[in-house]
């Protein structure tokens, strides 16, 4: 998951770079996103 993080990484100094790269890569982070702030609301 080491790449994983290194694309999140990426993604926030440049996201249009990674879009071309991984289209999927923000839509996933997006749902990271999401997931977290579920768990946070749940607990």
Not at 19 to 35: G, H
């Amino acid at each position: 998951w080491r790449l994983t993080r290194a694309l999140q990484r990426t993604r926030s100094r440049r996201p249009e770079l990674l879009a071309r790269l991984d289209p999927n890569a923000e839509q996933r982070a997006l749902l990271d996103e999401i997931d977290d702030n579920g768990s946070d609301r749940d607990s």
